[in-house]
């Protein structure tokens, strides 16, 4: 399951921008226009991380900080926000966030503090290296492949492919984002290496769902492809 973040933001460009690059990442996302609304799409949605601007109509990043701490939960918040005092960032961290980023900012900044937040924040259950999809199970905990329920012997470096490819549904990789991603900054061999790799797995994948896929994205690279 992809990890589900709101977003609280009354700037429908900053939203819409925090947006595509969340989805990029294989995260999916919900954008809430008001503090108001916030709320109501937290308790319907039940996300998994919230970036919070403090600046809102309705109900300020305060109020929506502490109702979402007054129901109990543990939900990740990250705050948004154009102040940077030193005094904000305690008042945010004091009331229950778990980060503080100050706009303007970088979307590289925001992608990373939102993995180390999640990395911080999440349960162990939640954090073991499998996956789930329909008839696919890729444990990488047990380097283990299950196919249409079925034990599929994989060599470790295929099962490292296919994991990092489906941990991000529908992202395009390069070639040589792959060989950096996979086998490490200091691969100097072929990027056909991948291209190898991927025709194996697809030896063992093809045909076994209509629901996902791994797919050759011409002149580009390849994804790991969920049907919605």
Do not use: A, H, W
């Given at each position: 399951m992809a990890t589900k973040v709101l977003i609280v933001e009354d700037d429908s460009n900053i939203a819409q921008l925090l947006q595509l690059y969340l989805e990029k990442e294989?995260?999916?996302s919900e954008i809430a226009p008001d503090g108001g609304k916030g709320v109501e799409?937290?308790?319907?949605?039940?996300?998994?991380?919230?970036?919070?601007?403090?600046?809102?109509?309705?109900m300020d990043g305060w109020g929506v900080c502490r109702k979402i701490r007054e129901d109990g939960s543990k939900t990740p918040i990250i705050m948004l926000t154009a102040k940077g005092e030193t005094l904000d960032k305690v008042s945010g961290l004091e009331m229950g966030a778990d980060d503080y980023i100050v706009k303007p900012f970088e979307m590289k900044e925001v992608l990373a503090r939102i993995h180390a937040v999640l990395r911080?924040?999440?349960?162990?259950?939640?954090?073991?290296?499998?996956?789930?999809?329909?008839?696919?199970v890729i444990n990488l905990d047990s380097y283990e492949l299950l196919v249409n329920g079925r034990r599929v012997d994989t060599p470790p470096k295929e099962m490292e492919l296919l994991y990092h490819m489906a941990s991000?549904?529908?992202?395009?990789?390069t070639r040589n984002q792959l060989l950096d991603e996979v086998w490490g900054f200091d691969y100097f061999g072929d990027s056909r290496t991948v291209d190898v790799h991927i025709k194996r797995l697809r030896e063992k994948l093809e045909g076994v769902s209509e629901k996902w896929s791994l797919k050759t994205v011409w002149g580009v690279g390849y994804k790991f492809e969920v049907i919605q």
């Open positions: 294989g995260f999916t799409l937290f308790r319907s949605l039940e996300p998994d991380l919230v970036l919070l601007d403090i600046m809102l109509p309705v911080r924040t999440l349960p162990d259950e939640v954090q073991e290296k499998k996956l789930t999809y329909d008839k696919l991000s549904p529908n992202r395009v990789f």
